[in-house]
Every structure is written in C-alpha cells, then in structure tokens.
C-alpha cells in the first residue's frame, strides 16, 4: 500500500492526515511534494498526523527530518501528532524524538501554534 496524504485546515492550522507506509522512494516523495506545496501557498503551521503510519523505514525518518527543516526555513513550524509505537520507537533510537514536538491530542496539537 503506498502512502496517501490528505490535507485540512483547522484555525489556521495545517493538518496533514498520513496513511500507509513512509519509506524509500513512493511514500517520502509523496511526504515531500506535499510540504513543499504547502510552504508555496503560505501554509506554514503543519501538524503531521501519523497515526495512520502502517510502517517507516529510516528514509522515511529521514523525510520527516528534511519536511521539518524546510518548514523550518520558512519560519514556520512542522509538528507531529498521533505517533504510532514503532514510529515513537524508531524516534527514540535515531534520538531524533526530541528534535520535535509531538502531540498527541489534535486540539492540543492545534492551540500549541496559536500560543506564540
């Protein structure tokens, strides 16, 4: 199963609803166009919602890095909601889970943008 990406916008929030499996080649290009579509139309509050995420490999870590730093780059913020275990897991091992800011409750998810 590829990945499919669809996009909603609560309060001025971006929510990005990723389902199927982030890995080298179909699903990270996919990751990819639809961040930098994203930051094209000005959109730069992005909550990434992996709860449907069947599966990541280290390419796929390594998009979500690369989507992180381009949002970054923007001046906006790229943050992550609905972590799955294995997801969680392959952050905490790659240390890469402090780098962002994971949410697990989209309202919560949400405000957080709000607050500056």
Not at 15 to 34: M, P, W
Not at 80 to 103: E, G, M, N, P
Request: net charge positive; glycine share 10%; charged share 25%.
């Amino acid at each position: 199963m590829s990945m499919k990406a669809s996009v909603r916008q609560v309060e001025g929030v971006t929510i990005v609803d990723l389902s199927g499996r982030i890995k080298l080649g179909e699903g990270s290009s996919v990751l990819r166009d639809t961040v930098k579509d994203l930051l094209a139309k000005g959109r730069k509050n992005i909550l990434l919602n992996l709860g449907d995420i069947s599966y990541i490999d280290s390419s796929g870590i390594g998009e979500l890095v690369s989507a992180f730093t381009s949002v970054r780059n923007q001046g906006g913020e790229l943050k992550l909601l609905h972590l799955t275990k294995k997801v969680h897991d392959l952050l905490q091992i790659t240390k890469l889970y402090t780098v962002f800011d994971v949410k697990d409750d989209e309202a919560a998810g949400v405000k957080s943008f709000n607050n500056k």
